[in-house]
């Protein structure tokens, strides 16, 4: 039987940054999900047209942008992906969610590891798509992880729902960790964790049981889940012995 590997993170991470306390995805809500005490946090990543990535969760820019139209025109795609990274840039990603955080940019991988690396904080990388880019947004965002990360204490965690981009962003740095995201139990999934080398799944909670639990310690996996945002649910998954809380809760959730 498989042996777990040691796990450098801690249990308690924080989701796309702060939770739902800032604008997700940007700088002000790692530095806020930072000042409650949480010394992990969760992120999406996606690539511009110009190959540049960057945090972004959905495919378009609709809900959490604003600005777009100003800078590239009335019939502008609101495919984030389709636009290059001096318009994303120039782009508010904050005043949607209130107006203490107005003119919040986008930020790029690469601010971000200065900001977490700068401050001794770890992270989970979501690798995020845009749909028919899974491979080559894999491939791109390992390698600027693994380069942005070199000689740190604790890598990154990579992961994604998408099997072709975690077999890409293996193969271009197999050194980093990596997890697959399941919303399901599809058949083989598990096999398939085992095969693409991960060294956990991440679970939306309502999933794990003591039998998957069981099935993902067999093969070496780590258990993690998002997103909790219920005590009964953290408890929960405490008592199961998973390893990793992803919520939005961080004014709620004490991370020691």
């Known amino acids: 039987m498989p042996t777990l590997s040691p796990w450098p993170y801690p249990r308690w991470i924080a989701h796309r940054g702060a939770g739902r306390l800032a604008p997700e995805n940007t700088l002000a809500a790692f530095r806020l ?73 986008l930020p790029t991988l690469a601010q971000v590891a200065r900001y977490l690396r700068a401050n001794g904080l770890l992270l989970n990388i979501e690798i995020k798509p845009t749909p028919g880019t899974e491979a080559r947004t894999g491939a791109v965002v390992a390698e600027a992880a693994a380069r942005l990360w070199a000689g740190a204490p604790v890598p990154p965690l990579l992961s994604s729902f998408r099997p072709e981009a975690l077999a890409t962003a293996r193969d271009a740095a197999p050194a980093l960790p990596r997890a697959l995201l399941l919303d399901s139990l599809w058949d083989g999934c598990l096999d ?65």
């Open 192 to 256: 398939h964790a085992q095969a693409l080398g991960c060294v956990a799944l991440v679970c939306n909670h309502a999933l794990w049981d003591a039998a998957l639990v069981a099935r993902a310690r067999a093969l070496g996996l780590r258990c993690l889940s998002y997103t909790v945002n219920d005590p009964w649910a953290a408890e929960r998954l405490i008592d199961l012995g998973t390893d990793g809380i992803i919520t939005d809760r961080v004014d709620v959730f004490a991370p020691a």
């Open 33 to 105: 999900g930072a000042a409650h005490g949480y010394r992990m946090a969760e992120c999406d990543v996606k690539l511009s047209a110009d190959g540049i990535p960057f945090l972004l969760h959905d495919a378009t820019l609709a809900r959490t942008t604003r600005g777009l139209h100003d800078l590239a025109g009335p019939q502008a795609s609101p495919v984030a992906g389709e636009h290059p990274w001096a318009t994303l840039s120039q782009l508010d990603a904050g005043s949607w969610h209130s107006r203490a955080f107005a003119g919040e940019p």
